[in-house]
């Protein structure tokens, strides 16, 4: 199943800043930091949920109901968002309705509800999480609300009967395969399909070689795409989206100058990619983003990156130096698991990741 084969293959910052952010700055998610209190069940409704101080998060529900009508309230307290698969797998349920209290759906939180013909969601939606209603085989329309900003990964794939949908202009980031397998995406007759705010998240084409059209801000296209080899970005790409070339066949990026983040399963799965480099101007590398890219040898860390995600270079069996040049730079869990013994790692003597390379043996090359 393409939502397991994925998993073995979010770190998810904005800064916002009145004085030192540019006038492309997006706000940070509606959703804050707050104390966890307890899990708790409403005997009333039969929800499960997570109790925040300043708020309430659901996590589930009791039995087997046809449909699933989230509260308002529960605890006596806005219910802000829906966790990861919190309703996962419920097949039989036939209309979904979520309240304009909640500004974030997890991922897979609705995953396989295969008879839901009707979903109605927050007008204060803010992120839909990667698989949030992937199979939702069912529906054939979905009202996207105008302030939405984030569109995981696969969130709506494989709603084969899905056509009435429209994505909000101001939608800043989409991951890849977020509309694969339905109707509206197979209307799309452009070479390359674009949606949200300059955000390419299909490519028609059967080139081998594709330079992607100036203007163009995120990249989210090459998923499972086996024609494209080589591709050219425009000075305008800046993030490359979730799973944007995962399973595909590209073998060379030459990226552009001013890409600041490599979004997580980027290039997962790429088996035929050697070699990559960004600029300066890179600040993230998602989880898994480089993952199980087999013919991968060396990869440069620049000192502009702030973080590099879990797994970014796990299963990279032929990499043989990976290089940090920063060391301030944080790094996630098993960056490079299951890669070679033989693999050098440079880093500066006070690089985070030094006892990561001790306890797997990996060689250390201080720089």
Do not use: H
């Not at 979905?142 to 056509?163: M, N, Q, S, V, W």
């Not at 509206?184 to 059209?213: C, H, M, R």
Request: hydrophobic content about 40%.
């Amino acid at each position: 199943m393409l939502k397991k084969s994925v998993a073995l293959i979010s770190v998810f910052c904005i800064v916002f800043c009145l004085f030192s952010c540019g006038n492309n700055a997006k706000p940070a998610s509606p959703l804050k930091k707050s104390e966890f209190i307890a899990s708790e069940f409403d005997k009333e409704t039969s929800f499960r949920y997570d109790e925040y101080e300043d708020y309430v998060i659901v996590t589930g529900v009791a039995g087997s109901p046809d449909d699933i009508i989230i509260p308002e309230m529960l605890a006596e307290k806005e219910v802000k968002a829906i966790a990861d698969n919190a309703f996962n797998d419920m097949g039989w349920v036939k209309s979904i309705e979520i309240p304009n209290t909640v500004v974030e759906i997890g991922d897979s939180a609705f995953y396989g509800s295969l008879s839901a013909t009707k979903i109605s969601l927050s007008d204060n939606l803010y992120k839909i999480g990667t698989y949030a209603f992937f199979g939702c085989i069912s529906v054939e329309n979905i009202r996207l609300p105008l302030g939405l900003e984030i569109i995981g990964g696969f969130a709506f794939a494989d709603c084969k009967k899905l056509e009435g949908i429209a994505i909000p202009s101001g939608v800043s980031s989409i991951g890849g395969g977020a509309f694969s397998g339905t109707k509206w995406l197979s209307s799309q007759k452009d070479e390359f399909v674009t949606a949200g705010d300059n955000i390419l998240i299909s490519y028609n084409g059967d080139d081998e070689k594709v330079t992607i059209p100036d203007g163009i801000r995120v990249v989210s296209a090459f998923y499972d795409n086996f024609f494209a080899k080589e591709i050219t970005f425009p000075e305008s790409v800046e993030e490359i989206g979730e799973f944007a070339f995962i399973n595909s066949s590209v073998s060379e990026i030459i990226a552009s100058e001013n890409i600041k983040k490599v979004g997580r399963s980027a290039f997962d799965s790429c088996l035929n990619l050697e070699k990559i480099t960004f600029n300066e101007s890179l600040e993230e590398i998602g989880s898994y983003a480089f993952a199980n890219c087999t013919l991968l040898t060396e990869f440069t860390v620049n000192k502009s990156v702030k973080n590099v995600g879990d797994g970014a270079f796990s299963r990279c069996s032929k990499l043989e130096k990976l290089t940090l040049l920063s060391d301030k730079t944080e790094v996630g869990k098993g960056i490079c698991e299951n890669c070679s013994s033989s693999l050098t790692i440079q880093c500066p003597k006070n690089s985070p990741i030094i006892p990561y390379i001790k306890e797997k043996g990996f060689i250390l090359d201080i720089i």
